[in-house]
């Protein structure tokens, strides 16, 4: 049962693994991490979505009582959410420049003021002030009894919690330091509502899409297990599945959907609990899950909106990528995942006119030389993709992939559903 499990931690470092950085999955004795090169470029666009709190990644561990040796460790994965919109108010909290009261849809930056409730409506640091009034009329008062008074700068003179310099109460969805943001304080430079500094203990609310309709996580490790190298306590989880969502320079998202996915990690005792250092998570982006994401929009290496992910692998990035070259092919400039998943060849994903403005893979070629095309109607609209082409079993024909590692750590938190 989700947020019922031990060791509730999330992920607080993210970056694409070094060229050395990885797993050997095809067992040739070197390390397979193809978007190595594009470390440098994410790297400060991974960090930058951790700042602004959208990159929530929670773990939670079950049957795993405590940091020692244990040969059967279970634990799931979530997307979390830090900045909430619980008014429904189309204003989110925990970021600068955000909603000021989250329970209260009337409360909202560019709402009318409300001139006698004692309250800030508009989010702009007076309480019961237009342009036409000022704060005179109410500046003595101090309904809620919190010692500051409306003219002292009180920004809610309805709830005791609220005053300028008060200490932010993480997760309450109120400005309790009046400084024009709910759930969000900037102190000495850094955010003491930030999900990654333990000390806060701010709760990480669950994304429903994180579940299946049974309520059960849709990631989970379920054979994994702690041993001891070298006095180290190294955790060892999959293969399994495991997705995420991330930025990769030239305002470039890649939803990545990796199958294969294994971690590995060490175990820091933390108090009571724990928290995972050095983890490394690889794994194999398929075909079909590239092919099926959409809505890339970066001009400056020409890809637009109806694009997928492997027209983007195999076109404008197979370059960068250093994606080996599909050898003796009819159709020149075709390239290959590095990773031979299904052992019979490695397969090339093909651009039928490479000369033309349309960049995108439209043409499969299998393992063991069969060429398969997408299917489009009589107006040239793409039916089938080539990727989703079956053998006489009914099996994907095409599953070799692209070889990722993750590098991460995690610190330990608290996550409501």
Request: with cysteine.
């Amino acid at each position: 049962m989700p947020t019922q499990g031990t060791h509730l931690q999330i992920i607080s470092t993210l970056k694409i693994g070094g060229k050395d950085d990885g797993f050997d999955f095809d067992g040739d004795g070197t390390i397979d991490n193809k978007l190595w090169s594009l470390s440098g470029l994410s790297t400060p666009e991974i960090q930058s979505s951790f700042d602004r709190n959208d990159l929530i990644i929670p773990f939670e561990f079950f049957d795993t009582p405590s940091a020692e040796v244990d040969s059967c460790v279970k634990f799931g994965t979530y997307i979390g959410l830090v900045r909430l919109d619980r008014d429904a108010d189309g204003e989110v909290t925990s970021k600068a420049g955000g909603d000021c009261n989250d329970l209260v849809a009337e409360i909202k930056r560019g709402a009318t003021e409300n001139l006698t409730n004692g309250i800030d409506d508009n989010c702009d640091g007076d309480i019961d002030v237009d342009d036409n009034t000022t704060v005179a009329a109410t500046a003595a008062n101090d309904l809620d009894m919190d010692g500051i008074t409306v003219g002292q700068g009180d920004c809610d003179d309805t709830e005791a919690t609220v005053f300028p310099g008060n200490a932010e109460i993480c997760g309450d969805g109120l400005d309790n330091d009046c400084d024009g943001n709910a759930d969000y304080s900037v102190v000495n430079g850094s955010d003491v509502c930030s999900p990654y500094t333990v000390e806060s203990a701010k709760p990480i609310m669950l994304d429903p899409i994180s579940f299946d309709s049974n309520g059960d996580a849709k990631i989970t490790f379920n054979a994994a297990s702690i041993t001891e190298v070298e006095g180290k306590l190294i955790l060892n989880a999959g293969p399994s599945f495991f997705a995420i969502s991330i930025p990769a320079g030239l305002d470039l998202m890649l939803d990545l959907e990796i199958t294969g996915a294994t971690i590995t990690g060490e175990i820091e005792k933390v108090g009571d609990t724990f928290r995972i250092v050095n983890g490394r998570l690889g794994g194999v982006i398929n075909p079909q899950s590239m092919d099926n994401v959409t809505g890339l929009d970066v001009p400056e290496i020409g890809l637009v909106p109806e694009n997928t992910l492997l027209d983007a692998m195999f076109g404008q990035l197979k370059t960068l990528l250093t994606l080996p070259r599909l050898d003796d092919s009819p159709y020149p400039g075709c390239s290959t995942p590095d990773v031979d998943v299904d052992r019979d060849g490695l397969e090339g994903f093909c651009d039928s006119d490479p000369t033309d403005d349309i960049k995108t893979v439209d043409i499969c070629i299998d393992g063991d030389g069969t060429v398969i095309k997408d299917e489009v109607d009589a107006q040239g609209n793409v039916t089938k993709q080539c990727t989703d082409a079956v053998d006489e079993n009914g099996v994907l024909r095409f599953q070799d992939g692209v070889s990722v590692n993750l590098n991460f750590d995690t610190v330990p938190a608290l996550l409501n559903q």
